[in-house]
């Protein structure tokens, strides 16, 4: 009797878990408004955090001015994206009429296709510029036509992405006679090797488990290019193609070898630390999974990672810097209240791009000012709404027409928000390196920097272990050590 109550109590679902899980208590109290302790005065003492202090940890003096995106005049709207990027990047920075031409005719583009296809515009320049021997500034029509020039550009561009640039490029140069004779149609030069059926069934299961794009693709790839050096280098596996090894084969010797190899390319500094952690990762994944679905023993022994500072300290935008691209989100937005929502999310409650692309109408609850949030590990946490936060999310509701808060797909909200992060944020004037997950990194900084308690942002920033949080608080520290120190210069 007692078995199968476990059995049962395992195969219930888990509810939603409140902000604080500290005690038993907590969980419960947290969201009341009078909190719980209610003696106790300690602003610091974590048994006295109650809603009103959430709301006011979250809210009060936030990054962003309330006025923000409220303007209903002058908008452009998506299309007015691509003109931005005519006047500020394709007149300024291509000076050949003949790739001026070609970027005209994909100005009706999509804006994120269109910033593609000049990245790409931008690349061929450089390659035109290094097989001419000239500075970038000095190419010119003739030099971009050169047989040479197109040839060598598709030698080292994909053609996947380019093939329409190349095949303008071919044309304009036969009807100006560059070229005599029509060139053989435009292939890749780099063939993708088939991949292994193993890796294959590996891909399936991660995509069954709901790991993103990035990451499985990533995963695959480190396991590949594992069977290839295999393939390359060591004598039992020579003569086959990565495609064909036998993976029950392959011994532990085999893994130490290649994980020597892949440690030799740190210590040249051909491969980044990350990277190799990220590389043993994926094969010990893989060979996890191999011993889940056939049962096979995994050949794991001592093939092992190393210890890598994870945390790079960098800059966050300012309050201005913040309020500037919700304006340019506000004026270039297809929807501008749901664009901004969605970005509000990310840098007033700091989550993840993946946490936003899940929250349904469902996990909102108007009435009590409250959100569920879907994280890692498929747990639930409540978080409060409060301020323009929540009259955006009033008035969205008004025209919720998806399960999705945000659209219909999880994916392809996660692609949008990103890929117009990228184009909002070069229109903001801002450098930031990376994409979105700036939101949450300058989040989880400013807790640091109030001098909220550890264990309140480590639940408001949903992370699993204060090691995380001490190190945001520790580089707050420093900043703040730095800027008294700077106080205490005289310069009369």
């Not at 394709?90 to 031409?101: A, K």
Request: contains cysteine; aromatic residues 12%; charged residues 20%.
């Amino acid at each position: 009797m007692m078995e199968n109550h476990r059995s049962n109590e395992k195969n219930q679902p888990k509810k939603p878990q409140e902000s604080f899980p500290q005690n038993f208590s907590f969980a419960e109290k947290i969201l009341d408004p009078d909190g719980m302790f209610s003696s106790l005065s300690d602003d610091y003492d974590i048994r006295k955090v109650t809603r009103e202090k959430v709301e006011n940890i979250l809210y009060a003096n936030q990054l962003i001015s309330d006025h923000v995106g409220t303007e209903e005049t002058d908008r452009l709207g998506p299309q007015g994206i691509n003109q931005w990027l005519w006047e500020n990047k394709v007149l300024r920075e291509i000076s050949p009429s003949t790739l001026q031409d070609y970027l005209k005719t994909c100005i009706y583009n999509a804006p994120h296709v269109f910033i593609r296809r000049l990245k790409m515009t931008r690349s061929l320049l450089q390659l035109v510029a290094k097989v001419q021997r000239i500075p970038v500034a000095q190419v010119q029509n003739h030099h971009v036509l050169d047989p040479s020039s197109i040839r060598y550009a598709t030698e080292h561009l994909a053609i996947r992405y380019s093939k329409s640039l190349f095949q303008f490029l071919l044309k304009l140069s036969i009807h100006n006679g560059y070229i005599n004779e029509k060139i053989p149609p435009l292939h890749s030069t780099s063939k993708q090797e088939p991949f292994h059926p193993r890796i294959l069934n590996y891909k399936s299961h991660m995509e069954s488990k709901g790991f993103s794009p990035k990451h499985i693709r990533n995963s695959i790839t480190h396991v590949q290019q594992c069977f290839h050096w295999l393939c390359s280098n060591v004598q039992e596996f020579q003569g086959k193609s990565p495609a064909e090894i036998s993976v029950f084969h392959i011994q532990n010797k085999h893994l130490l070898m290649y994980r020597t190899y892949k440690r030799k390319m740190v210590k040249d500094r051909v491969c980044s630390p990350i990277t190799f952690t990220h590389c043993i990762y994926a094969i010990r994944s893989f060979y996890y999974f191999l011993n889940e679905r056939f049962g096979y023993e995994p050949p794991l022994y001592r093939f092992e990672s190393i210890t890598v500072e994870r945390y790079h300290p960098r800059d966050i935008p300012t309050r201005d810097q913040i309020d500037s691209f919700l304006q340019v989100v506000n004026r270039y937005a297809k929807e501008p209240k749901l664009e901004q929502l969605g970005y509000r999310f990310m840098i007033e409650l700091g989550l993840r791009l993946s946490e936003v692309a899940k929250i349904k109408w469902k996990d909102i609850n108007l009435a009590t000012h409250n959100i569920v949030i879907h994280s890692k590990g498929k747990k639930t946490h409540i978080l409060p709404l409060a301020g323009k936060l929540y009259e955006l999310v009033q008035e969205c509701h008004n025209n919720a027409k998806t399960t999705y808060l945000f659209g219909k797909s999880v994916r392809t909200i996660e692609n949008q928000f990103y890929e117009y992060y990228k184009l909002y944020a070069m229109m903001a004037g801002w450098s930031f390196p990376g994409g979105v997950h700036l939101f949450r990194h300058t989040f989880t900084t400013n807790l640091a920097m109030k001098g909220i308690l550890p264990q309140t942002i480590k639940e408001l920033a949903r992370v699993q272990m204060l090691n995380t949080v001490g190190l945001y608080i520790h580089m707050a520290n420093q900043d703040t050590r730095l800027i008294n120190q700077i106080n205490l210069l005289s310069y009369e």
